[in-house]
């Protein structure tokens, strides 16, 4: 009954191949996001999706494209990875998206490229 | 840029020992929040302050807000082994628009029993 989810926990692939990466709230929130903890630990928002809807796409690059098919899953997905995307995502939700909610977090996939 | 800073960036103690770890920010907040992650997993929610509160208790954890300093402080009382995790400070900056939290680096904490 985790509340929420993301899969794959590691994933371990070669520069250049497109992965995905899955997350999957059942807390019935209506925000989802996506976090990136680099090696010095330094946690930063990537996107955030309120009801399917992107609100935030901080400054990363095209190759990452989120995709929220409803509210309970927000999947994350990388082109043409390069090794400066080795890091841990994290998935996050909050139950209505306003700013200073508290946040429940995935317990992140680590992502190591090659 | 990172809005939240914590100091130290590691601290080590004994059980049973009090931990202080402190957050400095750098804007206006409308609130603080305090997180705890353990070695290979996602950050949990601990405690939230809001900018008019001063002090705030949960259990063994005790959190001060200084916002004419720009600063916050965690105290774990009678520490465990069980409390060695990251701990990292959030803040929900005035005027951010829809920006969700910003988290500092964290302070990596070891408890030895």
């Known amino acids: 009954d985790t509340a929420v989810s993301q899969t794959p926990k590691y994933l371990v692939t070669q520069m250049g191949n497109d992965k995905s990466i899955k997350c999957e709230q059942n807390?019935?929130?209506?925000?989802m996001y996506w976090y990136k903890q680099d090696s010095k630990k330094f946690l930063k928002i990537m996107f955030s999706y309120n009801n399917k809807e992107l609100i935030i796409n901080e400054t990363v690059p095209n190759r990452f494209s989120p995709k929220s098919p409803d509210k309970a899953h927000l999947n994350l997905h990388i082109n043409s990875l390069e090794l400066g995307d080795s890091a841990v995502y994290f998935c996050?939700?909050?139950?209505?998206?306003?700013?200073?909610?508290?946040?429940?977090f995935g317990s992140g996939t680590q992502l190591s490229v090659l | 840029s990172q809005q939240g800073e914590e100091d130290p960036q590691a601290l080590s103690i004994q059980e049973g020992e009090n931990a202080t770890m402190n957050c400095s920010y750098k804007?206006?907040?409308?609130?603080l929040q305090w997180y705890r992650q353990n070695s290979g997993r996602g950050l949990v929610h601990l405690i939230l302050i809001r900018s008019n509160e001063r002090e705030k208790h949960s259990g063994r954890l005790r959190v001060t807000l200084d916002t004419s300093k720009k600063s916050s402080s965690l105290l774990i009382t009678a520490s465990r082994a069980a409390d060695t995790a990251s701990y990292f400070c959030?803040?929900?900056?005035?005027?951010?628009?829809?920006?969700?939290?910003?988290f500092g680096k964290g302070t990596r904490l070891s408890v030895i029993a």
């Open positions: 804007t206006s907040i409308n609130n």
């Open positions: 959030a803040t929900d900056a005035v005027g951010s628009g829809n920006t969700p939290l910003v």
């Open positions: 807390l019935g929130h209506d925000t």
């Open positions: 996050a939700s909050s139950q209505v998206g306003t700013p200073g909610e508290k946040l429940f």
